[in-house]
Every structure is written in C-alpha cells, then in structure tokens.
Nanobody, 126 residues
Framework: QMQLVESGGGLVQAGGSLRLSCVAS????????MGWFRRVPGKEREFLAA????????YYEDSVKGRFTISRDNAKNTVYLQMNSLKPEDTAVYYC???????????????????WGQGTQLTVSS
C-alpha cells in the first residue's frame, strides 16, 4: 500500500502562482512514476503532468505546458507541481497519483495509476 497526501491548495488571484506538494509513504518512492491530475465538478479527471521515478523523464498535457512544472525530491518522498500564471479555469481539485512501474518512464492515463491522494482544492479568482 501507498499513501499520498497533497497540500498547498487554496485561494489565489488570477496571474498568481502556487506550489502543490504530495508526500508519499508506504512504498519505495523512486520506484513509482508520479502524476498530477485535476477534476472540475461535473467533468472527468484531467491529466496534467507526470514524472518518472528517477525524475529524468517528464511529460505535460498541452494545456499546462509552459505554465506548470512537475518535480520530485526522492529524498523527501515528495512530488511537486509548481503552477504559474494561474487562470480562473484552473480552479479544480488537484490530485497526485502513483504508478508502480519502476524508476523509468511516465504514464498519463488514469487507469495506469495505482494509488491516489485525497485531493486539494485550488480556487483561482478573477
């Protein structure tokens, strides 16, 4: 089993920045690809970014490329999502997820992830 706990959400003005954190426990962290997703009420969960267990491979959804940055600190069992130039349409619940695929490679499909956090709310005001 693996537990994931997100933090860092909140209320921010449009154009602002925020960094989300996700702390993992229970499994070998560097053996998991990590991803960030978000869900807007009434819509499906949307993939945002993924990073391999080693941190060498990163993949972004086109809609956030250039604004969001995923990173990880394996010594701290933590994955981050730095979000810049935030827009009201970024308002959502943000989730981190872990895929137990080893140290290399990333995955972007929801069903490929094995563990999920409880989510953290981000609200961007206009």
């Amino acid at each position: 089993q693996m537990q994931l706990v997100e933090s860092g959400g909140g209320l921010v003005q449009a154009g602002g920045s925020l960094r989300l954190s996700c702390v993992a426990s229970g499994r070998t962290f560097n053996g998991c690809a990590m991803g960030w997703f978000r869900r807007v009420p009434g819509k499906e969960r949307e993939f945002l970014a993924a990073i391999s267990g080693s941190g060498d491979s990163i993949y972004y959804e086109d809609s956030v490329k250039g604004r969001f940055t995923i990173s990880r600190d394996n010594a701290k069992n933590t994955v981050y999502l730095q979000m810049n130039s935030l827009k009201p349409e970024d308002t959502a619940v943000y989730y981190c997820a872990a895929a137990t695929i080893g140290s290399y490679g990333t995955v972007s499909l929801e069903h490929e992830y094995d563990y999920w956090g409880q989510g953290t709310q981000l609200t961007v005001s206009s």
